[in-house]
């Protein structure tokens, strides 16, 4: 069984630059998150999808960011002209539909630095 | 406004002794759903405990228990017999069942374990 993951893990880029993270859910579940995580606070949540739809947006998520899930597995979330501000933990988690809690299940992250 | 509250940056606890982490919520909704997770260094987020806010009794997993106080909208994390790799962040969320997907967390609470 296994867990949900994120790649890359570590990306370093210059500012102005973009980038992109992938996230590979647990295949039975059709719910997949994207959180983003600062040094010193906890995930703070920027999208959710449900399959293919993109059911719910921060206001975090500003429209450099776009986030994708094209055929209800994978995720990608990109980041255009990158700002040192982006520089973060961005952390991808899935649950499944019917879980009785709903706890999310969290892969390892992809720490962003911009430099 | 803030939904969840951790107090405590850190804390330190002997090993084999218990150790109390704090979170309080803020929420109008009478559906909701109270989570712990543990964050070790290598950054996965690990989903320790559940309570959900119509469950009478203190939710208990292992060597984990959540005192749950409605009334006082606290939902404190219990660690009993405190092992050296307990160490690591520790994170309160919430997620209001009726209103949507997103889960709220806490800013934290760093855990030592002293041999």
């Known amino acids: 069984d296994t867990g949900v993951s994120q790649d890359p893990r570590h990306k370093i880029t210059k500012r102005g630059q973009n980038v992109t993270f992938r996230c590979d859910p647990i295949s039975e579940h059709n719910r997949l998150y994207w959180y983003r995580q600062t040094l010193g606070q906890g995930p703070e949540f920027l999208t959710y999808?449900?399959?293919?739809?993109?059911?719910?947006k921060s206001r975090l998520l500003s429209d450099r960011f776009s986030a994708e899930r094209p055929k209800g597995s994978f995720s990608t979330l990109e980041i255009q002209r990158t700002e040192q501000g982006d520089s973060a933990m961005y952390l991808c988690a899935s649950s499944p539909e019917g879980s009785n809690t709903g706890e999310l299940f969290f892969g390892e992250g992809s720490r962003l630095t911009v430099l | 406004a803030q939904k969840i509250t951790q107090t405590q940056p850190g804390m330190f606890v002997q090993e084999k002794e218990a150790v109390t982490l704090d979170c309080t919520y803020d929420t109008s909704d009478q559906s909701y759903g109270l989570f712990w997770y543990k964050q070790p260094s290598s950054g996965e987020m690990i989903f320790l405990i559940y309570q959900g806010s119509y469950d009478e009794q203190n939710a208990t997993e292992g060597r984990y228990s959540l005192n749950f106080q409605k009334a006082r909208k606290s939902a404190n994390l219990v660690i009993s017999a405190s092992q050296l790799g307990d160490s690591a962040m520790y994170f309160c969320a919430m997620r209001d069942l009726n209103t949507g997907n997103q889960f709220y967390f806490g800013t934290g609470t760093s855990l030592t374990v002293i041999p």
């Open positions: 999808f449900q399959n293919e739809a993109q059911l719910e």
